[in-house]
């Protein structure tokens, strides 16, 4: 899809969402103020100017992949747009939640389709086609929307583990991403060679390109799913939540 076509779908996807919010009336601004800044981090991701960088700098390709995988789904699943949409109403939704809400399913997802992506074989087939290149851009962003289902739990999803055992689903899914941006980091040699080809930016060449978007990505994750983690520990530790699952309602 050209960059006018992605955009006008984010648009159009943020225009629903907010025809749905104001006649809802009853979810919080800063549910809807989720959404949209997941919106945009989709459209940083795969229209602004850093879509085209990826294909010079490995690092920019890394920005791609995180804003896609690791901070635009839960924003988007806190913004509770299945509700702002209406479509909690049908029992579809919810058939949905329960066959694809499994954690076990959805941390393999999101696994594979970020180990698979940086094969290189696959990755220079992702970089040289604009057609893979799209569908893998669509697997990050839902491979992400699977893995972040259970962690947020939007309407109506339904809790498949007990809460607690979240904290290993995310502890475990920094595993692949630990692995890959170790590999990247320590590597004494560029593991995609098409970036050898590429006129340096940044002042970076292309190994140290390759560190620095390892390096993010080990950051990024690792803060990203800490700060998740301590919620959900501060939710478990919470008097009200405890009583909530104590008392039947």
Not at 195 to 216: F, R, V
Not at 220 to 225: D, E, G, N, R, S
Request: glycine share 6%.
């Amino acid at each position: 899809m050209t960059a006018v076509a992605l955009t006008l779908v984010i648009v159009f996807a943020g225009g629903v969402y907010l025809c749905g919010w104001f006649q809802h009336g009853s979810i919080p601004k800063w549910r809807a103020c989720s959404f949209l800044i997941g919106l945009l981090a989709t459209w940083i991701a795969v229209v602004s100017p850093i879509a085209s960088l990826d294909s010079h700098m490995l690092t920019a390709h890394m920005v791609q992949h995180l804003l896609l995988m690791t901070l635009a789904p839960p924003l988007i699943w806190m913004g509770e747009p299945l509700i702002a949409a209406r479509l909690t109403r049908s029992p579809f939704p919810e058939r949905v939640g329960r066959l694809l809400g499994d954690p076990a399913f959805c941390w393999l997802a999101a696994g594979t389709a970020l180990v698979v992506w940086h094969v290189p074989a696959i990755f220079q087939l992702g970089m040289h086609s604009p057609a893979w290149h799209f569908i893998e851009h669509a697997s990050f962003l839902t491979t992400g929307l699977l893995f972040w289902w259970p962690v947020i739990q939007p309407s109506p999803s339904v809790a498949r583990w007990p809460r607690w055992s979240l904290l290993l689903y995310l502890f475990l899914a920094t595993l692949p991403c630990d692995v890959l941006s170790g590999l990247l980091v320590f590597s004494d040699r560029v593991v995609y060679p098409m970036y050898l080809s590429m006129p340096q930016m940044g002042g970076l060449s292309p190994l140290e390109d390759q560190e620095c978007a390892a390096a993010l990505m080990w950051t990024c994750v690792t803060v990203v799913f800490l700060l998740a983690g301590t919620i959900l520990s501060m939710q478990l530790l919470s008097p009200r939540l405890r009583l909530e699952e104590a008392v039947p309602v």
